[in-house]
């Protein structure tokens, strides 16, 4: 079964720097796109960042881009979102997620492509 944890979250001021981790089981990151996530209060879930575990692609939202920084550790099965320069309309809910097709770079941020999903860990930034 395929299960992913995220962890990491917190409360930080603006300007400062979080470290996510998404910790999966039931697979390997070998074939594997991880997809970070967010939702804020009244605002549709949209995506923030993904990574492909195969051949280390990495893609950003325009709103993060610069700021924040994807890696993987696949030994551990395991993807760290990077956030620097946090500012207030960060805050929100982060998920991971996994699809287990290929998708088009078009469409490689949007939510509704992807199958499995963590719990979910809370980002306050505070100004």
């Known amino acids: 079964e395929v299960q992913l944890v995220e962890s990491g979250g917190g409360l930080v001021q603006a300007g400062g720097s979080l470290r996510l981790s998404c910790a999966a089981s039931g697979f390997t990151f070998d074939d594997y796109t991880i997809g970070w996530f967010r939702q804020a209060p009244g605002k549709e879930r949209e995506g923030v960042s993904c990574?492909?575990?195969?051949?280390?692609?990495?893609y950003y939202a325009d709103s993060v881009k610069g700021r924040f920084t994807i890696s993987s550790d696949n030994a551990k099965n395991t993807v760290y979102p990077q956030m620097n320069s946090l500012k207030p309309e960060d805050t929100a809910v982060y998920y991971c997620?996994?699809?287990?097709?290929?998708?088009?770079?078009?469409?490689?941020?949007?939510?509704?492509?992807?199958?499995?999903w963590g719990q979910g860990t809370q980002v306050t930034v505070s100004s």
């Open positions: 990574i492909s575990s195969s051949d280390g692609s990495t």
């Open positions: 997620a996994t699809v287990t097709i290929p998708l088009h770079t078009i469409v490689i941020l949007n939510p509704g492509e992807y199958d499995y």
